[in-house]
């Protein structure tokens, strides 16, 4: 009976001590400290430029990611305003691998406390880049195993699987021979806004919207128009950036929320911070589209977004109208690729190109497409920009079409 009793007495004492531990983990954050914010291909550029301004230090750009160092406070507001990050993520622990089992052996050897309790629940995110591994499925499924029979075995008590609101994060990163473990601060990838409740068949993730918004240059200070706005996505991520409105404000939670040091306080400073700095664009932000029901999914978009006072959208079609502004214009759309809204693509683009050259004169016309053969050399117009991104898993190019009122040689030397 002494023995049982000395037993659970040395079970709470380690307990207290790795909470301890835990803590003592947690003040360093307040310090700086390195993170990596996942991102699209093609908006590594963009979203460092985004860090810097919000303040970050040590901006290194990577492929899809870009790494960067802040306290505490930062990560909360990194998550909240940045437009072209995916996700934030906090590296814990990297070791070196050299077969199967070093992931399981390694992972049993950390002190998963610190980060978790065992009547926590937790979510596990793998990516392999690697000979050693084939598959990051199974790599998750290792990883979720060294990690409960961790706790099993040391307080016969063992965390959960939740896929969809766990309390922890975990992303395992596997480049060659190298494991990175990291916290995920995002918890539900970053492009999930929280205003979009209606889509149509080819929606366009926010965070590419926003990218292609800021890779026009566009600030709020010119005139913005999507001809072919479907949902409206293009529009509000516009309108956001037009009035500096963070662009998370609207998610009903991130994932550090749930963090053993979560600083409600601080966080509640941040967000407010945030919001003062919000303003109030006077340019027009026009969309409009063709079909009845996508213009009904963005105006209800919109009003989710709160951006009504900011968004003008009609029912038009892009062809039969004029350009609705006069001045400084930027004219950005998404339109049909031919692979899952079907349209005839020669056609189609060369109407694109007719449109642009008759009613959009003096502006600056930038399109997105996978279509290379059919659609971009049917358009019928000289690029002066070419940029390579992915629309989901469509290799796309984002393009500017400078449109002059003369020629351009003439407009050159005006």
């Not at 550029?45 to 802040?70: D, P, S, T």
């Not at 920009?385 to 003439?410: A, D, H, P, Q, T």
Request: positive net charge.
């Amino acid at each position: 009976m002494k023995l049982y009793v000395l037993e659970i007495k040395l079970s709470v004492f380690v307990r207290i001590m790795h909470q301890l531990k835990s803590l003592a983990y947690f003040c360093l954050m307040e310090e700086n400290f390195e993170m990596l914010a996942k991102s699209l291909f093609g908006f590594e550029n963009v979203l460092a430029r985004e860090l810097r301004n919000l303040g970050a230090q040590n901006v290194k750009e990577g492929v899809r990611h870009v790494k960067f160092k802040g306290d505490i406070g930062f990560m909360y507001k990194a998550n909240l305003a940045l437009r072209t990050a995916i996700r934030i993520l906090v590296p814990i622990h990297t070791f070196m691998l050299n077969s199967e089992d070093d992931l399981y052996r390694n992972l049993s050897k950390f002190t998963w406390e610190d980060y978790l309790d065992p009547e926590s629940t937790l979510a596990i995110h793998s990516s392999v880049h690697s000979p050693i591994f084939s598959n990051s499925h199974y790599v998750s499924l290792k990883s979720k195993d060294a990690i409960v029979d961790y706790f099993r075995q040391k307080y016969h008590k063992r965390p959960s699987i939740d896929l969809k609101h766990p309390d922890v994060q975990f992303d395992v990163h596997i480049q060659n021979n190298v494991c990175t473990i990291s916290l995920d601060s995002s918890g539900e990838s970053l492009h999930k806004r929280g205003y979009r409740s209606d889509t149509n068949i080819a929606p366009i993730n926010e965070v590419l919207a926003a990218g292609l918004v800021l890779l026009t240059g566009y600030d709020g200070t010119q005139h913005f128009v999507d001809p072919m706005c479907g949902s409206g996505t293009i529009l509000i991520e516009a309108a956001m950036i037009a009035n500096n409105i963070p662009a998370n404000i609207n998610r009903p939670e991130f994932g550090f929320e749930k963090w053993k040091n979560f600083d409600e306080e601080l966080f509640k400073v941040i967000h407010d911070s945030l919001l003062k700095k919000i303003r109030n664009a006077d340019k027009s932000i026009i969309g409009f589209d063709k079909a009845p029901s996508a213009v009904r999914k963005a105006q209800n978009n919109i009003m989710n977004a709160s951006l009504e006072e900011f968004i003008k959208i009609e029912r038009k079609n892009f062809f039969k109208e004029k350009n609705p502004v006069e001045g400084k214009v930027i004219v950005l759309f998404n339109p049909p690729y031919g692979e899952r809204l079907e349209v005839d693509v020669p056609v189609f683009y060369g109407k694109i190109g007719d449109t642009l050259k008759q009613e959009y004169t003096d502006t600056s016309a930038w399109l997105i497409t996978s279509d290379f053969e059919q659609g971009l050399k049917n358009v019928g117009l000289r690029t002066s920009r070419k940029i390579k991104v992915y629309n989901g898993k469509l290799e796309c190019r984002f393009v500017k079409y400078e449109m002059y009122s003369g020629s351009r040689k003439r407009n050159k030397m005006d």
